[in-house]
Nanobody, 124 residues
Framework: QVQLVESGGGLVQAGGSVRLSCVAS????????MAWYRQAPGNHREFVAS???????NYADSVKGRFTISRDNAKNTLYLQMASLKPEDTAVYYC??????????????????WGQGTRVTVSS
C-alpha cells in the first residue's frame, strides 16, 4: 500500500528558504512521475511542480525561478527546495503522483490517498 510522508515545513520568514521532503513507500518509485501540490485554506490543491522518471521538471508560473523539485530514487524521496518565499506560498504541501492537466482533473483525485502534508507558513 502506498504511503507518502511529507516533512520539512514550518514557520519561515518572507524571503527565506526551506526544503521539503517526501518519502514514498509501496510503489516502484523510480518509474513514477511525481509532483508537489499545495492547498491553502478555502482552495483545492494546486499544482506546484513535477518531475518525471527521467528528471524532466515542470513548475507552476507562481513558483518558477524560486522552487526546485528533485528526487533521489535510491532513497525513494522527493524534494522541494523553496527559496525567496512569499506569504502567498503559505499552504499545506503534499506530494503525490504527477498528473497532466491538473487543473482539469484535480476534482477526480480528491479522494485518492494523500499523506498528511507538511505546513509551510511564511510570515511577512
Amino acid at each position: 500500500q502506498v504511503q507518502l510522508v511529507e516533512s520539512g515545513g514550518g514557520l519561515v520568514q518572507a524571503g527565506g528558504s526551506v526544503r521539503l521532503s517526501c518519502v514514498a513507500s509501496g510503489i516502484y518509485f523510480s518509474i513514477n512521475d511525481m509532483a508537489w501540490y499545495r492547498q491553502a485554506p478555502g482552495n483545492h490543491r494546486e499544482f506546484v511542480a513535477s518531475i518525471t522518471s527521467n528528471s524532466n521538471t515542470n513548475y507552476a508560473d507562481s513558483v518558477k525561478g524560486r522552487f526546485t523539485i528533485s528526487r533521489d530514487n535510491a532513497k525513494n524521496t522527493l524534494y522541494l527546495q523553496m527559496a525567496s518565499l512569499k506569504p502567498e506560498d503559505t499552504a499545506v504541501y503534499y506530494c503525490n503522483f504527477a498528473y497532466s492537466d491538473w487543473e482539469s482533473v484535480w476534482w477526480i483525485h480528491e479522494n485518492d490517498y494523500w499523506g498528511q502534508g507538511t505546513r509551510v507558513t511564511v510570515s511577512s
